[in-house]
């Protein structure tokens, strides 16, 4: 059952508090206490060794340029700022909305959560997305999703094929024929410290809200793209979005009715903006004369993974911005993908490692871990961690063979590490590429 939230025009979201979150800039929410300064969750025993080496051998003959094909807007969502956790759908991303003349802003203060949608519903992070997906997408084939995913997992397949010296964790969870890479942080709400800059400041000046969302504090978004022979969906934050992009009779989306949930409020409101009008905002002090090719290099890898091609960089002076620039960055993207064809090989190879593992045994859980460059391992999960989604949603998920997995999914809760012994990986190295070339190489025959 959904609600429905007021409609209007857009109102100055120059007011509104720091509530800008996800994408690992977090956001600060007055509903939550920050935590202290956190440690890495405990790591289970070891399952198996993942070796950059092995899964380039294994790509090694793909010939074909691999790209992200057929992306499309599946579903999305904002966070409101309330006491019970309360998402719009579909809800709405800031509006562009520069000031006709610059004044002087004052800096980022306060906390900022690394993952705003943890912080707003610790106990499934991921079921605000499902839940999304599953009221605006209700003819969506379910058994042809093989991966469930968010910019930060996604990022993180990407760090891992660049060597990154950015350690990291996440979990993975198989429900029917879709694997879940789950983000894990420090903790479900990790504060980022020492924030300083105006990242937060200038996007909340120089963008509106639409009043159906006027307490909302961010804006979540769900893409369904091809890559490398899997149908991927990617659920990452919208720092806002060009209303130039946006038809001006734009109207409510029709909202699939579901059952509703006694601690999540689903209420409906918003207006689907689409995926090519949404954009991501960088400021840069105009000291650091760094050119938006300078920029580009330390963000288009984002850019790919959550398929944004517009681009606001904003230069300051002393919290002054003279300097404002909208960039249609499509092309660098697409060139970024073509010169690096051998990270966008490994991260094929590595998901189609995890997802080809993970279908083995679909009622195990386990974590992907890296600390060490060139070099992952697969884990049994540590310490507590929730499941994926609740069982109503994991139903209506994966309605085939989810009574039977119930209580496995259940004992999975927690530490799998306590759950029993130690699981055995195969001897032999799998072939992902053993399959035809009209699959894409996935590896996913063999293990289906």
């Given at each position: 059952?959904?609600?429905r939230?007021g409609m209007g025009r857009s109102r100055?979201?120059g ?5 800008r979150g996800?994408?690992g ?8 206490p920050v935590?202290?300064?956190?440690s890495?969750?405990p ?6 060794n993942?070796?950059?080496e ?5 790509a090694s003959?793909?010939?074909a ?6 992306c ?5 969502f904002?966070w409101?700022?309330d006491k019970?956790?309360?998402?719009v759908v579909?809800?709405m991303?800031?509006?562009w ?12 203060s306060?906390s900022?959560?690394?993952d705003i949608?943890?912080?707003?519903y610790?106990?499934h ?5 499902v839940?999304?997906?599953l009221?605006?997408?209700?003819d969506?084939?379910?058994?042809e ?5 968010c910019?930060?997992t ?5 760090r891992f094929?660049q060597?990154?010296d950015k350690?990291f964790?996440f979990?993975?969870e ?5 694997v879940?890479l789950i983000?894990r942080?420090?903790s ?18 120089y ?28 659920r ?14 734009m ?6 009715a ?15 903006v689409?995926?090519?009008?949404i954009?991501?905002?960088k ?7 760094l050119?938006?090719?300078q ?12 398929q944004?091609k517009?681009f606001v960089l ?11 620039q909208?960039?249609?960055?499509r092309?660098?993207?697409d060139d970024?993908?073509?010169?690096h064809q051998?990270?966008?090989?490994l991260?094929?190879?590595l ?10 045994d679909?009622?195990?859980r386990?974590?992907?871990c890296?600390?060490v460059?060139?070099q992952?391992?697969f884990?049994?999960?540590g310490?507590e961690f ?14 085939r063979?989810?009574?039977?997995s ?13 759950a029993g012994?130690?699981?055995e990986s195969?001897?032999?190295e ?5 399959c035809?070339e009209?699959c894409?190489?996935c590896g ?5």
């Amino acid at each position: 059952m959904f609600h429905r939230a007021g409609m209007g025009r857009s109102r100055s979201s120059g007011t509104r508090g720091c509530n800008r979150g996800g994408r690992g800039r977090g956001g600060a929410w007055s509903g939550k206490p920050v935590s202290p300064e956190t440690s890495p969750p405990p790591r289970g025993p070891l399952i198996e060794n993942v070796t950059d080496e092995s899964l380039l051998s294994q790509a090694s003959s793909l010939s074909a340029r691999l790209a992200i094909q057929s992306c499309t807007y599946l579903a999305s969502f904002s966070w409101l700022n309330d006491k019970q956790p309360t998402i719009v759908v579909p809800g709405m991303p800031p509006r562009w909305a520069p000031l006709d003349e610059p004044r002087k802003l004052e800096e980022d203060s306060g906390s900022y959560f690394r993952d705003i949608n943890a912080v707003h519903y610790p106990q499934h992070p991921l079921e605000p997305a499902v839940r999304a997906v599953l009221a605006q997408a209700p003819d969506l084939d379910l058994e042809e999703i093989d991966v469930f995913a968010c910019g930060s997992t996604m990022g993180n397949l990407l760090r891992f094929a660049q060597k990154s010296d950015k350690p990291f964790q996440f979990v993975i969870e198989t429900i029917g024929e879709t694997v879940f890479l789950i983000r894990r942080e420090n903790s479900l709400d990790e504060k980022i410290p020492s924030v300083v800059g105006y990242g937060h400041t200038f996007p909340r000046t120089y963008t509106r809200l639409d009043d159906s969302v006027t307490n909302a504090d961010s804006h979540q978004r769900m893409i369904k793209y091809d890559f490398a022979g899997f149908q991927c969906i990617v659920r990452s934050e919208a720092d806002g979005f060009l209303p130039q992009h946006v038809s001006d009779d734009m109207q409510p989306e029709v909202i699939q009715a579901l059952p509703e949930l006694n601690d999540l409020k689903l209420v409906s409101g918003g207006n689907v903006v689409p995926q090519e009008a949404i954009l991501e905002i960088k400021t840069r002090s105009v000291r650091k004369q760094l050119t938006l090719e300078q920029v580009l290099d330390g963000e288009i890898g984002r850019f790919w993974v959550r398929q944004v091609k517009n681009f606001v960089l904003a230069y300051h002076s002393n919290g002054v911005f003279n300097d404002v620039q909208v960039h249609d960055v499509r092309n660098q993207v697409d060139d970024w993908e073509a010169s690096h064809q051998d990270d966008v090989r490994l991260v094929s190879g590595l998901l189609a490692k995890i997802v080809s593992f993970a279908r083995k045994d679909p009622s195990r859980r386990f974590e992907v871990c890296y600390s060490v460059p060139g070099q992952l391992e697969f884990r049994h999960v540590g310490g507590e961690f929730p499941n994926a989604l609740t069982d109503d949603t994991m139903r209506l998920w994966a309605p085939r063979g989810s009574d039977e997995s119930d209580e496995e999914t259940d004992n999975a809760v927690g530490s799998d590490a306590e759950a029993g012994g130690e699981l055995e990986s195969d001897e032999e190295e799998e072939d992902f590429t053993a399959c035809s070339e009209g699959c894409g190489y996935c590896g996913r025959c063999k293990y289906r």
